[in-house]
């Protein structure tokens, strides 16, 4: 009887094994951090690739996700393209995740007042 070895898989048990505990790992690690806790952001691990997908309400939360998942052992790249950031959080300044996304809304504030006040 013929038994089959894993590494004749391009994605061995070894290989899944590993993937699900950066998978594990980096769901702990989103629902521990402050930032990212309840948010619904879903991770999926691929050849030690992570795939974050789902919303969250501000790009420091989407940042934050980012890093956590890029600090887990065993991870390669991180892919956030499935990750997005909520409109309605977007729309009101007050929900800025940084100075910097403050300074832009004012400015394009500031430009809409000037073109408002030349027409």
């Known amino acids: 009887m013929k038994t089959?070895?894993?590494?004749?898989?391009?994605h061995g048990l070894g290989a899944t094994i590993h993937d699900t505990w950066i998978t594990a790992s980096v769901k702990s690690s989103l629902a521990?951090?402050?930032?990212?806790r309840?948010?619904?952001i879903h991770v999926k691990t691929h050849g030690g690739e992570v795939f974050l997908?789902?919303?969250?309400?501000s790009h420091r939360q989407?940042?934050?996700?980012l890093?956590?998942?890029r600090a887990v052992h065993g991870v390669v790249r991180v892919d956030a393209t499935g990750l997005a950031v909520s409109l309605s959080a977007t729309d009101r300044p007050f929900e800025a995740s940084n100075s910097e996304e403050t300074a832009d809304?004012?400015?394009?504030g500031a430009q809409?007042?000037?073109?408002?006040d030349r027409h």
Do not use: C
Not at 53 to 57: A, I, L, R
């Open 32 to 36: 521990l951090a402050r930032d990212t």
């Open 105 to 108: 809304y004012q400015a394009y």
């Open 53 to 57: 997908s789902g919303m969250v309400n």
């Open 62 to 65: 989407r940042n934050e996700a």
């Open 67 to 69: 890093q956590l998942a």
């Open 4 to 10: 089959h070895s894993s590494s004749h898989t391009p």
């Open 112 to 116: 809409q007042s000037k073109t408002e």
């Open 38 to 40: 309840g948010q619904d």
